[in-house]
């Protein structure tokens, strides 16, 4: 599609109309929340959940694919459609890069950013380990007994001994846990390109303590006691500084916010181009 093209009104879809309603999102988020939530209480409950998430993901991107779905503009009393527009208003064009931003950091630095930020994190917690336990592993094998019920017996010299296999099992969920937040930060600092490390430092150390607290409290409540949440909160601030120093520094890329989806996806739809 050349440029020409790409810039009059009829290719931007959002300047005459909004996507269609769809229960989808609902569904799915729904779905996945049960899921998990069986995880912890009963395998009925996240068969359940895993059956809406597939629902409501199917129903999600039917609106989508192969062409999004889309309901025109209605004029006041709801009868004619409003007469598309060269561009939008100015306030409504501010309005949408404070929504979503036209343009993010590339996952790459949010792997590299994460990794970086766990490495932070974990001299933190390794240092804590030290101060209060006089021993470094302690932080490692409290982190495998989050997902690991029978560790919740464990004397508290158990848990500050070297296990090798504990070690191993530590740097795989540290790793996959600190990348998958990293990549977060890609699009989080974006949204607050005047102040991102307010985001890194403070904003998502600060939900991610949030949602650690209660979730620990219903896996492994007798773990809960070993934690020193000051010393946890460090941590967070450490990852999120590290990390989002990393990922701010890099150049960002444009997301093709106001495209079709499929020509942000670069579908080819060849029987529509006439090929």
């Excluded at 996240?46 to 004029?75: D, R, Y």
């Excluded at 006041?76 to 064009?93: D, T």
């Excluded at 492994?220 to 460090?234: D, G, K, Q, R, V």
């Amino acid at each position: 599609m050349s440029d020409s093209n790409r810039d009059t009104p009829t290719q931007v879809p959002y300047m005459h109309g909004i996507p269609v309603p769809t229960a989808g999102p609902m569904t799915a988020a729904l779905g996945v929340a049960l899921l998990f939530a069986g995880l912890v209480t009963n395998i009925m409950l996240t068969l359940v959940g895993a059956l809406l998430a597939i629902i409501g993901l199917v129903i999600w991107f039917k609106a989508c694919f192969p062409q999004e779905q889309l309901e025109e503009f209605k004029a006041a009393g709801g009868m004619e459609p409003v007469v598309p527009v060269a561009a939008p208003p100015a306030s409504m064009e501010s309005r949408r890069r404070r929504v979503y931003p036209e343009s993010v950091h590339p996952i790459l630095s949010g792997i590299k950013g994460g990794l970086f930020g766990g490495v932070a994190m974990a001299a933190v917690a390794m240092a804590w380990g030290i101060a209060e336990h006089n021993s470094p592993w302690m932080p490692i094998n409290l982190l495998v007994g989050v997902v690991t019920p029978s560790m919740a017996d464990s004397s508290p010299g158990t848990l500050a001994a070297f296990h090798g296999s504990l070690l191993i099992d530590a740097l795989v969920i540290h790793a996959i846990l600190s990348v998958l937040v990293g990549m977060l930060f890609t699009v989080a600092l974006a949204m607050m390109p005047a102040r991102p490390m307010l985001m890194g430092a403070v904003i998502i150390p600060a939900v991610m303590t949030g949602l650690t607290w209660p979730v620990l409290g219903i896996v492994n409540p007798a773990l809960e006691e070993f934690i020193s949440w000051p010393w946890f909160i460090a941590s967070e601030v450490a990852f999120g500084v590290a990390c989002g120093w990393h990922v701010n520094r890099s150049a960002r890329i444009c997301t093709l916010t106001g495209l079709p989806v499929a020509e942000r996806l670069e579908i080819e739809r060849g029987r529509e181009a006439g090929r």
